[in-house]
């Protein structure tokens, strides 16, 4: 049951209230007696009981008009959506191998993670019912957010990666086994790992290609990017002067390591050397898996409101009817 409005239903304590205090404080008329023996009268009759309770019908009218101003919405009955969801853990590699500004971003230098958060945070808008996950790595691995359909917050997440965060290495082994603990007990039918790296394993206590084998025991499908320019990258340094100058370096990617990961598990293996192609593969990625499932969505609603204010119509004439007729007061 959905509530449109829910503002509506303080109402009803206010209403409460007021018949309370009016109840408790009312000053009613009254004559002096001498003796109270000229009130006694016989029990009272029906007629009577009723007109001094004729106020809950009132406040049963004003209650139901407050819930269905709250409007109180049921789901239809049944009714199913064809939906596409997938599990998706983002591996990212924050060692400082990734501060090579060899990728360009909007029309600038910048840095391979700077450019791949902007690639990856494309990749998230563009899902739908897809609940996604960051795990972010370099000589340990750590869970940035666990699988969620919250994007909004997703995203607030991934700003929190910055290279520096963890110790420097690139365990890519140990990566791939915080992910699959993300998501190896999910009930998803299709589950993926996108690793994104520039370096080789060089830390962490499990092997890339025992947790390729762990991947694949789990059926969940890994795929791999190598992010970095062949040859020569500029790596930003300090001067003397506390000035930033670049100096080409070297940094050599697992590109046999990372493809034999992608071939055990039934993924794919990409080479991402600019800003265009990172983006073209994980545009590629997102046409790839889109696994659609049936699941029970509500796109119909059944709105309450005319039942309660039919209710309270049908309690108002009655108590008009009431009020003008055999519970009408003589003054």
């Known amino acids: 049951m959905i ?4 503002i509506f239903l303080l109402l009803i304590p206010v209403a409460a209230a007021i018949v309370y ?3 408790r404080y009312k000053r009613l008329p009254g004559i002096k007696f001498s003796s109270e023996r000229f009130l006694k009268v016989g029990k009272p009759t029906f ?3 009723s007109s001094r309770y004729l106020w809950v019908l009132g406040l049963s009218v004003f209650i139901l008009f407050a819930l269905g101003l709250a409007r109180f919405r049921i789901p239809a009955e049944g009714s199913k959506v064809q939906t596409e969801g997938i599990d998706i853990i983002l591996a990212l590699d924050t060692s400082t191998s990734m501060l090579a500004e060899d990728f360009r971003l909007h029309g600038k230098r910048a840095n391979r993670l700077d450019v791949v958060k902007d690639v990856v945070e494309n990749f998230i808008q563009g899902r739908k019912n897809d609940r996604i996950g960051i795990v972010a790595f370099a000589a340990r691995a750590y869970t940035v957010s666990p699988l969620t359909l919250d994007y909004g917050w997703l995203l607030e997440n ?21 992910c699959l603990k993300r998501i190896e007990d999910t009930k998803a039918k299709s589950k993926i790992v996108i690793l994104l790296t520039d370096g080789i ?18 059926k969940v499908k890994i795929y791999t990017i190598g992010a970095g320019t ?21 940094i050599d990617i697992d590109e046999d390591g990372l493809i034999n990961i992608a071939s055990k598990t039934e993924g794919k293996y990409f080479r991402a050397t600019d800003t265009r192609s990172l983006k073209e593969i994980y545009s590629e990625i997102d046409r790839m898996e889109k696994t659609p499932i049936e699941e029970k969505g509500y796109m119909e609603y059944r ?11 049908v309690l108002l004439f009655l108590e008009v009817l009431l009020r003008n007729t055999i519970l009408r007061r003589v003054p």
């Open 230 to 250: 062949k040859g020569m990258a500029p790596y930003p340094m300090k001067d003397f002067f506390g000035n930033t100058v670049y100096q080409p370096v070297k």
């Open 3 to 6: 509530i449109q409005n829910p």
């Open 201 to 218: 394993n060089n830390a962490g206590k499990i092997s890339p290609s025992l947790a390729a084998e762990a991947a694949r025991a789990l």
């Open 47 to 49: 007629k009577t009981v």
């Open 21 to 23: 205090y009016s109840l």
């Open 158 to 178: 991934l700003k929190r990666v910055k290279i520096g965060m963890i110790e420097d290495g690139t365990a890519i082994g140990s990566a791939l086994s915080v």
């Open 303 to 313: 709105e309450l409101f005319p039942i309660f204010v039919s209710i309270a119509m």
